[in-house]
T-cell receptor, first 120, second 113 residues
Framework: EPEVTQTPSHQVTQMGQEVILRCVPI?????FYWYRQILGQKVEFLVS????????KSEIFDDQFSVERPDGSNFTLKIRSTKLEDSAMYFC??????????????????FGDGTRLSIL | AQSVTQLGSHVSVSEGALVLLRCNYS??????LFWYVQYPNQGLQLLLK????ATLVKGINGFEAEFKKSETSFHLTKPSAHMSDAAEYFC???????????WGAGTKLIIKP
């Protein structure tokens, strides 16, 4: 069964450094997402991406964050000038496109295993 | 604004007993509803979803959930717990025109032998 893959599984970075988290979504999916889960807290939405542009972003997703689909397969999350509070598990997800003529938000999102980001 | 409440951060049941994990949502319009499971050191796996149609939905691993609009609930059940069901379970909602999933805090299911 096709799956979403994320690399690395664990990233340790010094505060202030830039980090890039990588994701390979399921190949025929059109919508891509990033979420994060700070230890002991809820999963939080960061951003969704469709047709090579951001379709929605949360308040968390400020100028420190950016996403990119540099080629036909990868979907990356870049965090500039990392802070201690960026330490979290970051999940990538993807979902199919149009269903029954409606937007794809009712299509289930398929998640990767996550990248645990530790900022020292 | 939408929100999701999962009652009980931990639920403990004996092997073979009924599993009931509670989820209530608040939304101004009928949402789409999902249950995901997270096994230790793994990602989030879809268990089941409700979009339209039959309000009782069946998922993987013998789980099912019933959408009750009058109670704004989407509780997850399984008739007989198995040791392999031990994991964290998350309820999530999304709206028609909204891409993001709104998550509950999760419930850790503990299975006693």
């Amino acid at each position: 069964e096709p799956e979403v893959t994320q690399t690395p599984s664990h990233q340790v970075t010094q505060m202030g450094q830039e980090v890039i988290l990588r994701c390979v979504p399921i190949s025929n999916h059109l919508y891509f997402y990033w979420y994060r889960q700070i230890l002991g807290q809820k999963v939080e939405f960061l951003v969704s991406f469709y047709n090579n542009e951001i379709s929605e972003k949360s308040e968390i997703f400020d100028d420190q964050f950016s996403v990119e689909r540099p080629d036909g397969s990868n979907f990356t999350l870049k965090i500039r000038s990392t802070k201690l509070e960026d330490s979290a598990m970051y999940f990538c997800a993807s979902s199919e496109g149009w269903s029954e003529g409606r937007m794809g938000s009712n299509q289930p999102q398929h998640f990767g295993d996550g990248t645990r980001l530790s900022i020292l | 604004a939408q929100s999701v409440t999962q009652l009980g951060s931990h639920v403990s049941v004996s092997e073979g007993a009924l599993v009931l994990l509670r989820c209530n949502y608040s939304s101004s319009v009928p949402p789409y509803l999902f249950w995901y499971v997270q096994y230790p050191n793994q990602g989030l796996q879809l268990l089941l979803k409700y979009t339209t149609g039959a309000t009782l939905v069946k998922g993987i691993n013998g789980f099912e959930a019933e959408f009750k609009k009058s109670e704004t609930s989407f509780h997850l059940t399984k008739p007989s717990a198995h040791m392999s069901d031990a994991a964290e379970y998350f309820c999530a909602v999304s709206l028609n025109s909204n891409y993001q999933l709104i998550w509950g805090a999760g419930t850790k299911l503990i299975i006693k032998p």
